[in-house]
């Protein structure tokens, strides 16, 4: 299988590319391109090439939606992506897969397999006419201010309102879930770590391991704690050490790389 991937984020289309080697050794990458401009050209000239194609969202320069205006691809397309849900039905609706970001090997598993089955041979089918480009970049633009900006805290009988700039992790004791802020102030938030994980930016917020959260945007200091394991701090001591567990090390390289 002759793969073409279209990424902006050298770290991302590495990860794709080990991923696709790990499916299949003899899957062969023939390009890996970052800007519109040059996946146009690419495919003007070599998409008969192409068996598949694995195609970011946001590209250098623009969306990657103004290649279809130059360009006629004929060829099956796995979007990869950090927008939300909401986002990702409309590639559903259109029989179009995707990869969530940040990739794993079980979801770009699925994905192949999914591809094989609906496509035997890749044949030169896709149904990508039947897509309002137009409409999916509506939905990409509303999905990705459908992120929560504020959480709502109680500090005895007032409410306090936490803008997500301010907090610095999320963390789980039990069953209750504290917000830390840049000032070090811990507030109890009504959310379970798998309802916030789902409503915060994932270009800002990343899952360290099964009791934390983090904001890009605070961290201080990343520490290589072992061998396989990353340590990261913030502003102040925390009682806790907040360690990127081993299965997610890998992730968290390229979400902090510029995921």
């Given at each position: 299988?002759?793969?073409?991937?279209l990424?902006?984020?050298?770290p991302a289309?590495?990860?794709l590319?080990?991923?696709l080697?790990?499916y299949?050794?003899?899957?062969?990458?023939l390009a890996q391109?970052?800007?519109?401009v040059?996946?146009i050209?690419?495919?003007?000239?070599?998409q008969d090439?192409?068996d598949l194609?694995?195609?970011?969202?946001?590209?250098?320069?623009?969306?990657?939606?103004?290649?279809?205006?130059?360009?006629?691809?004929?060829?099956?397309?796995?979007?990869?992506?950090a927008?939300?849900?909401?986002?990702?039905?409309?590639f559903?609706?259109n029989?179009?897969?995707?990869?969530?970001k940040?990739?794993s090997y079980d979801s770009?598993?699925h994905a192949?397999?999914?591809?094989?089955?609906?496509?035997?041979?890749l044949?030169?089918e896709q149904?990508?006419?039947?897509?309002s480009?137009?409409q999916?970049?509506k939905l990409l633009?509303g999905?990705?201010q459908?992120y929560k900006?504020?959480?709502?805290?109680?500090?005895?009988?007032h409410?306090?309102s936490?803008?997500t700039?301010?907090?610095?992790?999320?963390?789980a004791?039990?069953r209750i879930?504290f917000i830390?802020?840049?000032?070090?102030?811990?507030?109890i938030?009504?959310n379970t770590?798998?309802?916030?994980i789902?409503?915060?930016?994932p270009?800002k917020?990343?899952r360290?391991?099964?009791s934390f959260?983090?904001?890009f945007?605070n961290i201080?200091?990343?520490i290589?704690?072992?061998?396989?394991?990353?340590?990261?701090?913030?502003p102040?001591?925390?009682?806790?050490?907040?360690i990127?567990?081993r299965?997610?090390?890998?992730?968290?390289?390229?979400?902090?790389?510029g995921?």
């Amino acid at each position: 299988m002759r793969v073409l991937i279209l990424e902006d984020e050298k770290p991302a289309a590495e990860k794709l590319e080990l991923l696709l080697k790990k499916y299949d050794p003899q899957i062969d990458i023939l390009a890996q391109i970052s800007t519109v401009v040059k996946s146009i050209e690419y495919l003007q000239k070599n998409q008969d090439q192409v068996d598949l194609i694995f195609l970011d969202i946001q590209l250098t320069d623009g969306l990657s939606f103004d290649i279809f205006k130059s360009v006629k691809v004929e060829k099956p397309i796995i979007f990869t992506t950090a927008f939300n849900e909401y986002a990702i039905d409309a590639f559903k609706l259109n029989s179009i897969d995707y990869l969530l970001k940040p990739l794993s090997y079980d979801s770009l598993v699925h994905a192949m397999d999914k591809i094989k089955s609906m496509h035997k041979n890749l044949p030169v089918e896709q149904p990508q006419s039947n897509i309002s480009l137009d409409q999916i970049a509506k939905l990409l633009s509303g999905a990705a201010q459908n992120y929560k900006t504020r959480y709502l805290v109680k500090i005895g009988e007032h409410i306090k309102s936490i803008s997500t700039e301010d907090i610095c992790f999320f963390y789980a004791e039990g069953r209750i879930v504290f917000i830390l802020t840049k000032e070090n102030r811990k507030f109890i938030v009504d959310n379970t770590l798998e309802e916030l994980i789902n409503q915060l930016n994932p270009q800002k917020f990343f899952r360290a391991n099964r009791s934390f959260i983090i904001n890009f945007d605070n961290i201080t200091d990343v520490i290589v704690y072992s061998t396989s394991r990353l340590r990261v701090k913030f502003p102040f001591e925390f009682e806790k050490e907040i360690i990127v567990s081993r299965e997610k090390v890998a992730d968290f390289k390229v979400w902090y790389g510029g995921e």
